[in-house]
């Protein structure tokens, strides 16, 4: 069977992830983003878990090697647009993640800090938290840490009662080697969810949206997603977020409680928008 040339292909996204059973974070909502924004997904799993609507409830790490050899047997098959990395579950798989991507420096990444759960479990440990600031925020396009995620990132602890502002949180950030930092405003207690990109010189964007009501699982993971979906559309880096966000709160927007806990975002909202329409 012929194979199709690259320019008829859909663009391929790379998802390091840990697999959520309720479909509605991690491995599974990259999947489900990337999909419904016309990209192809390669999931490589970090990481098992046992969790519900409601919480986290155990986390098992998957071996190093093991996440290495599932990245590797992917590269060496398909031609990647872009990475884009969620809960990584030990500093080791941290470290050998890094490795692969620094064969890569050309291909778009997106880090997406994932440090704890909705309800405040911890998903990462300090060693963990460590390896990822020296390894692969100087490897890293863009990163989407909330508010709370910026503040542990930046941290100084040599520094006694360090508290800087999310916008020296981000410029700390964006000295630690990654190019751009969008923090997202989700965790605020604001009126509206403001979410800031900021670069070499500072603010790139602000964009401001409309707080919705309830809790979502996994709208981090979800917007992280759609960014890294439009910069392996080609999309530019202020752009590729304007749009993520949008998607995003439209997602949001059109969630859905299937258990007894938080909300799930519609990654396919437009689908049954357009099944609607057709009604």
């Known amino acids: 069977m012929a194979t199709a040339p690259p320019d008829l292909l ?15 974070a991690g491995l599974q909502a990259d999947i489900l983003t990337l999909a419904s924004m016309g990209c192809h997904p390669l999931s490589v799993v970090t990481a098992l878990t046992i969790q519900d609507t409601g919480g986290v409830e155990d986390v098992l790490p998957i071996d190093a090697d093991w996440v290495a050899d599932q990245a590797r047997a992917l590269l060496e098959d398909m031609p990647i647009a872009a990475f884009k990395l969620g809960m990584l579950g030990s500093a080791e798989v ?20 994932v440090l704890a759960s909705g309800r405040g479990d911890a998903l990462a440990d300090d060693e963990t938290i460590a390896a990822m600031i020296e390894l692969l925020l100087p490897q890293t396009t863009i990163l989407t840490p909330n508010s709370l995620e910026a503040r542990r990132l930046a941290l100084d602890d040599e520094v006694e009662d360090d508290d800087p502002d999310l916008a020296e949180c981000a410029r700390r950030l964006v000295a630690g080697g990654c190019e751009f930092v969008l923090v997202t405003g989700t965790h605020a207690n604001t009126a509206q969810v403001v979410n800031t990109l900021y670069g070499d010189d500072g603010v790139v964007r602000s964009d401001r949206w409309e707080r919705l009501p309830g809790s979502y699982h996994g709208s981090g993971c979800t917007l992280a997603s759609a960014i890294a979906a439009n910069l392996a559309n080609g999309l530019e880096i202020a752009d590729a977020v304007r749009d993520a966000q949008e998607y995003t709160w439209q997602a949001l927007a059109a969630g859905f409680r299937p258990g007894m806990g938080q909300f799930i975002p519609d990654r396919f909202f437009w689908a049954r928008n357009e099944d609607k329409e057709d009604a």
């Open 10 to 24: 859909p663009p391929i996204v790379m998802t390091f992830a840990a697999s959520d059973p309720t479909g509605g």
């Open 94 to 113: 941290v470290s050998v993640i890094a490795e692969i991507l620094a064969d890569y420096p050309d291909i778009p990444l997106v880090l997406d800090p």
